[in-house]
Every structure is written in structure tokens, then in C-alpha cells.
């Protein structure tokens, strides 16, 4: 069944006017949703002419689908599929995505993959973690030309503080679940963040590199209206 607003499988009602109420396409959260109904969920984006953001997509699931659907885009390492039926306009702003270490690497390419998808231009800077203070020096230039910046770090999650005190833009603060057994599964690093004394963070769940991808998008939009 279609109205207006969604579409009805039954066991899901797709969203296929959130363009038109946020100005972004539908994002597909895959985990919890078999092969069968997370292919009939693409098709039908597919068969509308939609656009649609798939995160947390196992290869298993991936593999199964593009059986049935064409012109996906998949990445391992971040876990994101593209189902892009038209090209999104090119927001006017960069967004740097910085990680602590490589094991950060999985959340940081979620918020980056998440921002190209919907019309971001996007830097990467990895691997800058405190433990090594002087590769983020390096890099600061770099990072102090960007509109929006994420931080993504596990462990005791100083990467956000540390750039927020040396930069004018605001930091997105991403928190992962990387760590030893007191880290508590990212709790440790989302505690930092949320107590760090450097103004002009803002924190997002753990391991939610999705939810920084979409929030720098929205600021670089805010922008993009200041300057019309």
C-alpha cells in the first residue's frame, strides 16, 4: 500500500517523502532485518526512483541484495550501502573527519561516507590520536580549514577537547567502542567528551558515526543560507 507519506510492506512503512519534509533521503538501518526484507525494502526504493543510505550492512546482506537490486554502492570497511538514484546537491562547505587511531577507522568512514552521500565534501585525517601529539600539529592547517569537523576517538576520547581548543570551527565529537576493559565498550571516551572543558563540541552516541555525518551536513547547510 502507498499513500502520500510512506510506503507499506507490512513489516516496514518506508519514508519515501523525507526529502521533501529534511531535505534527506531515507537511511536504512540493516542489522535486525533479514536478506529477504532488506532487499524488498531497497527494491522499493529502487523501483520509486529513491534514494536511500543503508549503515551497519553486513557483506552477507550486501551480497544477497545486489541480486536483486542495481547501482549499489557498498563499502566493507564503514559498512554503508548507496542505493543513489539521483545525484544530491553539492553542499558548499568541507567537513574533516579526524580519528584518534586506526581502529577508529570503521566509525570515522560511517560519518564520512554518511556526509558524501548526502552531497559533502569531505577530508580525512587518521591516525592523530594524543598519544602522538605531533602528527596532529602536522595536520592543523589542514583541519583548521574546514566549515565542520568530527572527531572520532575510543579509549579516554581527548581527540575532540584537543582540536575543539585549537580550532574556530565546531567539532562533532564521536565516541567508539575501541578500548581496553575500563573503557567500557566507549562509555569512558563518551564521558570525556561530554565533560570536556573546550567549548564548542557537540557529542553524538557511541559509535554513531551516522549521526555526525548527517548533523555536519545540516550545520554546512545552515551555512550555505547564511551566505544567500
Known amino acids: 500500500m502507498t499513500s502520500d507519506n510512506y510506503t507499506d510492506l507490512g513489516f516496514a512503512k518506508l519514508d519515501i517523502s523525507r526529502a521533501d519534509r529534511t531535505g534527506m533521503n531515507e537511511t536504512v538501518f540493516c542489522p535486525g532485518k533479514t536478506k529477504e526484507q532488506l532487499s524488498a525494502i531497497l527494491k522499493t526504493f529502487s523501483d520509486q526512483s529513491k534514494s536511500v543510505l543503508g549503515t551497519r550492512c553486513s557483506a552477507?546482506?550486501?551480497?544477497?541484495v545486489c541480486?536483486?537490486?542495481?547501482?549499489?554502492?557498498?563499502?566493507?570497511?564503514?559498512?554503508?550501502?548507496?542505493?543513489?538514484?539521483?545525484?544530491?546537491?553539492?553542499?558548499n562547505g568541507k567537513i574533516t573527519v579526524c580519528t584518534g587511531g586506526t581502529a577508529d577507522l570503521p566509525v570515522a568512514e560511517e560519518a564520512a561516507r554518511t556526509a558524501e552521500f548526502f552531497g559533502a565534501t569531505t577530508e580525512r585525517c587518521f591516525d592523530i590520536g594524543i598519544a602522538g601529539i605531533h602528527r596532529l600539529f602536522a595536520k592543523l592547517n589542514d583541519i583548521r580549514q574546514a566549515d565542520v569537523i568530527i572527531a572520532v576517538a575510543g579509549m579516554e576520547g581527548a581527540l575532540p577537547g584537543v582540536i575543539a581548543g585549537l580550532v574556530d570551527s565546531p567539532v562533532i565529537a564521536v565516541p567508539t567502542s575501541v578500548g581496553y576493559g575500563a573503557s567500557f565498550s566507549g562509555l569512558s571516551a563518551l564521558l570525556t567528551m561530554l565533560n570536556s572543558c573546550a567549548e564548542g563540541i557537540s557529542v553524538v552516541n557511541i559509535d554513531n558515526g551516522f549521526g555526525a555525518g548527517v548533523l555536519a551536513c545540516r550545520i554546512i547547510r545552515l551555512l550555505e543560507r547564511k551566505r544567500k
Not at 60 to 64: K, L
Not at 67 to 91: A, C, G, H, I
Open 67 to 91: 541480486r536483486e537490486v542495481s547501482d549499489l554502492n557498498y563499502d566493507p570497511v564503514s559498512k554503508t550501502l548507496w542505493l543513489q538514484k539521483n545525484t544530491p546537491p553539492r553542499l
Open 60 to 64: 552477507e546482506q550486501f551480497e544477497y
